[in-house]
């Protein structure tokens, strides 16, 4: 075995766990196979190893063009998870990690949304808040503070529809772990379109990297 073809198995094996799962759903016709790893790279095919149920098995993807030498491996290797990533109804990119607000709008924002959550359970700092630091009038900051939970509610309930109609497409589609995708929940129901927003652009620097 050449230094190329090491570099390549290893690489495969250590970086791209979730292109093997794709290929071997797709090419090996199962869901259920785990401990996956590419033991064999030809010019001409590939062979992986898994195991279902404790079964150990072995899969064996002929290109459909032979490789004209090693360094092509990438270009055909991305090709192929894409296609079957897409076959599965999923990207070939997965998200895992929920992007956090950065810039002075965004935290603002965010800032907002947990001082309105926070008027819920003392009103009194709520409207402290107004008066003092934001130099609301009196009668301008009791006012808000009365209609805090329909604001609230109000916010919610549109940011709710964001996360169901927006978010979980892209959970799903990017393969999200458990935990990242309730904190991601959480943070769009905070935030709403400016947290759908940082996610876009999160898969697009996951999918374009080189324009970042």
């Known amino acids: 075995m050449s230094e190329a073809q090491q570099r390549i198995i290893a690489h495969m094996n250590k970086d791209h766990a979730l292109a093997l799962g794709d290929y071997v759903a797709v090419y090996g016709n199962t869901n259920k196979a785990k401990n996956i ?29 032979p490789l004209k030498s090693f360094g092509e491996a990438r270009e055909r290797l991305v090709d192929m998870a894409k296609t079957s990533a897409a076959t599965r109804g999923y990207s070939h990119v997965q998200l895992l990690n929920a992007p956090y607000p950065t810039g002075a709008f965004d935290s603002t924002l965010f800032g907002i949304m947990c001082l309105l959550c926070f008027g819920i359970t003392s009103p009194s700092t709520l409207k402290y808040v107004y008066s003092n630091f934001l130099f609301m009038p009196e009668a301008t900051a009791a006012g808000l503070v009365e209609w805090n939970t329909g604001i609230l509610a109000g916010l919610l309930a549109f940011n709710f529809m964001q996360t169901i109609f927006n978010l979980v497409p892209i959970i799903t589609e990017y393969r999200v772990p458990f935990s990242v995708a309730v904190e991601m929940i959480a943070m769009c129901m905070m935030e709403g379109l400016m947290f759908i927003k940082r996610v876009r652009k999160a898969i697009d620097a996951l999918e374009n990297p080189k324009k970042h």
């Not at 590419?38 to 290109?63: A, G, N, P």
């Open 37 to 65: 790893q590419l033991t064999e790279f030809e010019l001409d095919y590939m062979k992986l190893t898994y195991t279902v149920k404790k079964e150990k098995k072995s899969l064996k993807i002929r290109f459909q063009s």
